[in-house]
Nanobody
C-alpha cells in the first residue's frame, strides 16, 4: 500500500515561516520529480515548486526568493521551506510525486497566513 503523508501546515502570521514535509512509502516504482502544488478557494490547483531527482528546481514566480524545495532521495521525502509568508499564500498544499507507475498525490495540508 502506497502512502503519501504530508505534515507541517498550520496558521502563521504574515512574514512568518512554515516547513512542509511529505514522505512517500510503500511499494513504489522509482520516483523522479517531486513537487508541491497549492489550491486556494476559487482557484485552480497550481504548481508551487518542483525538484528533479538530481536536484534541479523550478518555482512559481510568486514564491521565488521566499520558498525553497528540497528532497531526500533515500527517504523518498520532499520538503518545502516557506519564508516571508503572505496572506495570498493561504491554500491547501498538495505533495506530488511522479513515478514510473502512477502519479501520487497527498491529501493536502492547509496553510493559513493571517494579515
Amino acid at each position: 500500500q502506497v502512502q503519501v503523508v504530508e505534515s507541517g501546515g498550520g496558521l502563521v502570521q504574515a512574514g512568518g515561516s512554515l516547513r512542509l514535509s511529505c514522505a512517500v512509502s510503500g511499494f513504489i516504482f522509482a520516483i523522479h520529480d517531486m513537487g508541491w502544488y497549492r489550491e486556494a478557494p476559487g482557484n485552480q490547483r497550481e504548481l508551487v515548486a518542483s525538484i528533479t531527482r538530481s536536484g534541479t528546481t523550478t518555482y512559481a514566480d510568486s514564491v521565488k526568493g521566499r520558498f525553497t524545495i528540497s528532497r531526500d532521495n533515500a527517504k523518498n521525502t520532499v520538503y518545502l521551506q516557506m519564508n516571508s509568508l503572505k496572506p495570498e499564500d493561504t491554500a491547501v498544499y498538495y505533495c506530488n510525486a511522479k513515478t514510473l507507475g502512477p502519479e501520487l498525490w497527498g491529501k493536502g495540508s492547509l496553510v493559513t497566513v493571517s494579515s
